[in-house]
């Protein structure tokens, strides 16, 4: 019943939508429906239309320095933090300007405009991320924008997009293989209008005892339904069965042991996605009205002997504070974090342009209706493999969406005026089936946005706008296990940004931004995850610069680079528990916020000539702090203490031969085989060592 009534609130609005072009529908006609789409940035044309931040890296940019991971896509993008985990990019940590990149919970992921992420109301993590090479594009979006999509409205939207399908019969196979067991099988076939793509990916992660097998397959198809209709159908399945622990390294055992010890090996995760959405697009004379409806199921099994260096469980806190090797098949217990996730939901928007006082504007509004279920079980073992115990927690989260939003750009000759408001109304559930306890909850915000754009010529583009910021609690953060409310609002900020993009040619890009997010709510937790630490809040203030160039020579010489100064993450007041409001141990106002490096630059050179392609990479993570108290000293835990600033290199050369239709390729990831810290919050968590590959990709 829930999901009948938002398909028919969806069909009243398009209707509704559609009735603002007036005429008679056969003199509105003016295109035909191809592929239907949801804008996020869009093409280069629209980056005019912008007023806010956005960036779009098409396939042949992707593709430069044959990339690994998503990590080395989005560093290319200035403003974007991306901390490595476990060596194999599965679960990236995206921040944006400053914001804390755990578990990517700050930023609104999506999948060809529909929601990434398994439950971005009720709990915004990343536990699941697709291989970035089944995409051809990433878009990111940060500013005014923002309001079109949400919930997430701080930080920024990241956007994923898939192949469009072909008429023509097509596709390509490629094979590439390196050390540390590397293997990345993929297939793409396509041709009328369907298309079918296959990943298989496996290797040895960042330390021992970690490896990964997964294989990820979609099937994608476009239907024209008539003239001024399109249908488009995607299916995902995905699967991922990984030896990989959750818990750090002590100080002592990094220093005994080197960066690459991991004693977990009985430590499994197992997941699996399945997805799937259709898009349907109505064209009627210049408007055009897209409505999306989605569903994603993805189940995730994490056993683990350890979850971070301070946990009790199996007693040998103290030998790894010590520095002491310890056995895992010794330790009789086991922790099996079992997680099931079902989100399904529909959306429709209308884009009509028109003209006003002889100026080209344009009208857009949507409205969404979305639900999630958390399934949560934890099951204590009492041997290194049990797979059975004691249930110790079984609970039942239920989230409710609804949201709408309203967009109008006025357009006056080379200036543009955008207003725009989004609604989010959320209703929360969390029932406790060992207790019997049930708890409700229910938010509604208003977020306001205005920008303005002046592109006083063809290549030049300023721009500035102010938003509100929102991101809703997590149902666990407002409702209690004993189903009793919890005052913590949302995160809630006034953003500003102000920029300029520069395009003098068409081998030359450049922008840049200041940027100030200024939070009067900043939700945080100041060191170890897993709710080891109390939830904590507060006023924090974010601003800086970020920009970004492209050069390209006619000789084939090129050069890129995005650059982040983040001089200020300041913690404007002492953060607070949420529960009890007492001080979170070290926080002071003035301090800075963890995980936020002043500094961020990634760059590339290289060349290409008939047919051969070389690039050499550098990217630079600045120093950053691991909790609020800004502690220098590294703890026996290795929990706080800075993260010091390191450089690691990439390096990579392709050749195509163009009558065999098959290109060849070669890459170095950390090339000097640099050892770094990237991430304390559980423990120290190091980066990934040197990878070498190698590959062929034969195209048809």
Request: charged letters at 20%; a positive charge; aromatic letters at 10%.
């Amino acid at each position: 019943m829930i999901i009948q009534r938002a398909k028919n609130t969806a069909a009243a609005f398009a209707a509704a939508a559609l009735g603002l072009t007036g005429g008679a529908p056969a003199a509105r006609a003016q295109a035909s429906a191809s592929y239907p789409e949801i804008v996020v940035v869009g093409s280069a044309e629209n980056l005019s239309k912008l007023p806010g931040s956005g960036h779009s890296l098409d396939k042949k940019t992707m593709e430069n320095g044959r990339p690994f991971t998503v990590n080395e896509i989005l560093r290319r993008i200035p403003g974007v933090n991306v901390r490595d985990e476990e060596g194999f990019g599965l679960r990236p940590n995206l921040g944006l300007r400053g914001l804390n990149p755990t578990r990517s919970t700050k930023v609104t992921l999506l999948e060809d405009g529909v929601p990434a992420a398994y439950a971005p109301y009720g709990d915004n993590a990343s536990y699941y991320h697709p291989p970035i090479d089944r995409f051809e594009r990433v878009e990111v979006l940060k500013g005014v924008g923002q309001i079109r999509f949400g919930p997430q409205t701080i930080g920024g939207v990241v956007n994923y997009i898939t192949p469009q399908p072909t008429e023509e019969l097509g596709g390509f196979v490629s094979l590439t293989g390196g050390n540390r067991d590397y293997f990345d099988g993929k297939a793409r076939v396509t041709g009328k209008r369907a298309m079918f793509d296959f990943t298989r990916k496996q290797g040895q992660g960042a330390r021992e005892n970690t490896h990964s097998y997964l294989n990820d397959a979609t099937a994608k198809v476009v239907l024209p339904v008539s003239e001024r209709q399109t249908l488009t159908l995607k299916a995902n399945a995905y699967s991922e069965d990984s030896t990989l622990t959750y818990s750090g390294l002590t100080e002592a055992e990094l220093r005994n042991f080197g960066f690459r010890y991991n004693p977990f090996r009985n430590d499994k995760f197992e997941g699996r996605r399945y997805a799937g959405s259709l898009l349907h697009e109505l064209l009627a004379g210049p408007a055009k009205v897209v409505t999306s409806l989605y569903y994603s199921r993805f189940s995730r099994d994490w056993w683990r002997q350890s979850s971070a260096t301070t946990d009790g469980q199996g007693g040998v806190a103290a030998a790894r504070a010590a520095g002491q090797r310890i056995d895992p098949n010794a330790i009789n217990s086991i922790q099996g974090r079992l997680r099931d996730y079902q989100t399904y939901g529909v959306e429709s928007r209308a884009t009509v342009p028109y003209d006003l006082l002889g100026g080209r504007s344009e009208f857009e509004a949507g409205l969404k209706a979305q639900f999630e279920n958390q399934d949560r079980r934890q099951i204590n073992g009492t041997s290194p493999s049990a797979r059975t115990g004691a249930v110790v927690e079984d609970n039942e989260r239920n989230t409710r969406a609804h949201s709408a939003f309203a967009l109008n750009r006025f357009g006056f000759g080379p200036w543009a005026l955008t207003a725009g408001l989004r609604v989010e109304q959320i209703d929360s559930e969390r029932i406790n089936r060992l207790t019997g306890g049930r708890g409700t909850d229910s938010l509604a915000r208003w977020i306001p946005a205005a920008g303005v754009t002046w592109t006083p010529a063809d290549s030049t583009t300023l721009f500035a706008g102010v938003h509100r910021g929102f991101a809703p609690p997590r149902t666990e953060d407002i409702i209690g296990g004993a189903g009793t409310a919890t005052d913590v609002g949302p995160e809630d900020s006034v953003n500003y940004e102000a920029g300029v993009r520069w395009k003098p040619s068409e081998s030359v890009d450049l922008d840049a931004a200041y940027f100030r997010n200024d939070f009067r709510r900043l939700i945080a937790v100041g060191s170890i995850a897993g709710g080891s630490t109390p939830l904590s809040q507060g006023e924090a203030l974010f601003q800086g610069v970020e920009a970004a160039g492209r050069y390209r020579h006619g000789s084939g010489l090129y050069g890129r680079g995005a650059y982040t100064w983040l001089p200020t993450a300041r913690q404007s007041t002492a953060f607070t528990q949420v529960v009890g409001g007492a001080v979170a141990a070290g926080s002071l106002a003035g301090n800075r916020q963890p995980y936020a490096p002043e500094h961020l630059l990634t760059a590339a050179l290289g060349g290409e000539r008939s047919g051969f392609d070389a690039s050499l990479e550098s990217v630079l993570v600045g120093e950053q702090f691991a909790n609020f108290s800004n502690t220098r000293v590294a703890s026996a835990d290795g929990q706080s203490g800075t993260l010091a600033a390191y450089v690691i290199w990439n390096t990579a050369a392709s050749y195509e031969i163009v009558s065999w239709r098959t290109t060849v390729f070669v890459a170095v990831k950390n090339l000097f085989d640099r050892d770094y810290i990237v991430d304390r919050t559980r423990g120290i968590l190091t980066g990934s060592p040197r990878l070498v590959q190698g590959g062929v990709k034969y195209s048809f």
